[in-house]
C-alpha cells in the first residue's frame, strides 16, 4: 500500500473514531444531570468517548505523517457525515432533510476551504506571540461561554456557542502542538513546557465544552459546528502568524471565501433546523398541558356568575348546584362516555353539565333520586 493510501485510509478510520466519539458524548449527555454537563466523570460512556476522541487525534496525526496537509484536513470534515448514519444505526437518531442538507453544505464548504490553503515552510511562534495567542484564546473561550450562559433558555443557540468555543479551544490547541513540534525538530528544549501545559489546558477545555453542547441540542448542529470552527480557526492563525496563503493567488481566495460562506450557510440550516423542532416540541407541550386547566377555570368561573346572578353567595352549595345544573351547553365540560356500539376506549365524549359536589364529600358524587316525603297508607 503506498503513502497516500494509508494517509486516506487513516483519515477515514479518524474521521469514523470523531464521529463515534461524538455520538457517546451526546447520549452520555442526555442522560447526565444539569450539574454534571461538563464533565461526567462518573460515566464509563465518557471515558469511552475521550478514548475514541483520542484515537481519532492519533489517527489524525499519522495520517499527515504519510500525507499531505492539503488531502488529509479536508477528509478530517467527513466526521460529521459519518456521525449522521451512524447516530440512526446504533441509538436510532435520525435527521431530516434540513439536517442533512447542513451537514453537506458545512463539510463541502470546509473541505473546499482547506484544500486551498498552501503548504508553507515551518515556522514557529516566539514567546510574544505565544503569550497573545494563548490570552486571546482564553477571552474568546470566556466571552463564549458566558454568551452561552445567557442564553440558557435557548438550548440550540447555547449549543452552538459552546460547540463554537470547543472549536476555538482545538483549533488553538493544533497551532500550540504545530509549534511545538517545529521547536523539536532541533531538539526537546525545557522552553517548551509552558506551551505543552497549554496544550493540556486548551484540549481539556475543548473536550468539557463539546460535552457541553450536545445537552438538549441534538447530535447534528454542535458537531457540524465543532467540525467547521477548529480547522478554520487553524487554517486563520496558520495564515496570519505562519505565513500561509491560499493558492492560485487572488482566485483562490476568492473561493476560499465562496466555501466559508458555504459552509456557514449549511451551519445555519443545522441551527434553524433545530430551532423549528424545538418551538414545535414546545407548542405541543403548551397545547397538552393548558387545555385541561382552561377549560376548568372557563366552567367556575361560569358557575360563580351565575351564582351572582341569582342573588345568592357563591360559596352556598344550594346556589352552586342550581347554577351548575343551569350552565349553558357550551361551559359545559365534555367527558368521556362510551359512544353506542362503540368500544370503551375509542375517545367518544359526551357534554354534560359540569356538577361538583365537593362541598358536601369532598369530591365528584352522583346524587340519587329524591324520595316523596309522602307516606302511602297501606290499608288491610
Known sequence: MSALALSVLLSFVSAVAYAGG??????????????????????PGWWAAVALNGLGGLLHVVALAYGPLSLVQPLGALTIVFALPMAALFVGRRAGATAWRGAIMATVGLAGLLSLVGASDAQSLDTAQRVAAALGTAAAVVALMLAARAVHRHPAVRSILLATASGVAFGMSSVFTKTVAVDWTGGVSAADLPSLAVIGVLATAGMMLSQASYRGAGLAAPLATL?????????????????????????????????????????????????????QEARTTEAGTAAPGTASLV?????????????????????????????????????????????????ASVPVPLVSYAPYYGGPYVPVAVVDRHRVRVKS
Open 22 to 43: 461524538a455520538i457517546v458524548q451526546e447520549q452520555v449527555a442526555v442522560s447526565s444531570p444539569g450539574a454534571q454537563q461538563y464533565a461526567p466523570l462518573r460515566r
Open 299 to 347: 366552567a367556575e368561573s361560569a358557575v360563580e356568575a351565575a351564582a351572582a346572578d341569582a342573588g345568592a353567595p357563591a360559596a352556598d352549595p344550594a346556589a352552586r348546584l342550581l347554577a351548575e345544573l343551569t350552565l349553558p351547553r357550551d361551559v359545559r365540560m365534555p367527558v368521556p362516555l362510551p359512544s353506542p356500539g362503540a368500544a370503551p376506549d375509542d375517545g
Open 227 to 279: 467540525t467547521v470552527v477548529n480547522p478554520v480557526v487553524a487554517a486563520a492563525v496558520g495564515i496570519t502568524m505562519f505565513g500561509e496563503t491560499f493558492r492560485y493567488g487572488t482566485t483562490g481566495t476568492a473561493l476560499a471565501l465562496s466555501c466559508a460562506v458555504v459552509a456557514a450557510g449549511g451551519l445555519i440550516l443545522l441551527t434553524t433546523e433545530r430551532l423549528a423542532r424545538e418551538q
